[in-house]
């Protein structure tokens, strides 16, 4: 059993740490946006509370799991119900340049982009990052400190997880 819960700001390096974790541990991630919006040919549709609800606890009622979020309140359960909880906290530095690295990879199409890579959904990463750096969610999850580990940019590059 493994249950991991990776938070941090828009271009944190969520994904990408869920995905390595999912592979070195042989379980299934789970980005937590794809539970709040239903991809779809003509664009992107929010489902309904009553959906995301359903689908989160199906996947947190898993024996083992690494999801990863920003830090939605509405799936706080998953921060209860996790062996770990990962937070990365990354300088606003080389957040706003990892923002900025795959917009662009996004806008010439060598990065698949869930939104459309414009200057509008820039501004709006570099926002969402911001608002992180000033009101930590690191505040908030105080009540796990026995099961929070903090990455940062030197501690993310060599992070090794193993499931007890």
């Not at 794809?34 to 489902?47: A, F, L, P, Q, S």
């Not at 459309?116 to 750096?133: P, S, T």
């Amino acid at each position: 059993m493994c249950k991991i819960y990776i938070l941090g700001a828009v271009g944190s390096g969520k994904t990408t740490l869920a995905k390595k974790l999912s592979n070195d541990l042989n379980i299934r991630y789970y980005e937590l946006d794809n539970v709040v919006w239903k991809h779809c040919y003509n664009g992107d549709i929010r489902r309904n509370d009553k959906e995301i609800s359903e689908i989160f606890s199906e996947i947190i009622d898993n024996e083992s799991w690494i999801i990863e979020n920003v830090g939605k309140k509405c799936f706080d359960d998953g921060l209860e119900k996790a062996d770990t909880i990962i937070y990365l906290k990354l300088s606003p530095l080389t957040l706003y340049r990892r923002i900025f690295f795959r917009w662009i990879k996004q806008k010439i199409n060598l990065e698949p982009s869930p939104y459309k890579a414009d200057l509008k959904m820039l501004k709006q990463m570099y926002l969402w990052a911001k608002k992180e750096i000033n009101n930590s969610k690191l505040k908030e999850l105080e009540r796990f400190n026995k099961k929070i580990i903090i990455l940062d940019e030197k501690k993310l590059k060599h992070y090794k997880y193993n499931c007890q």
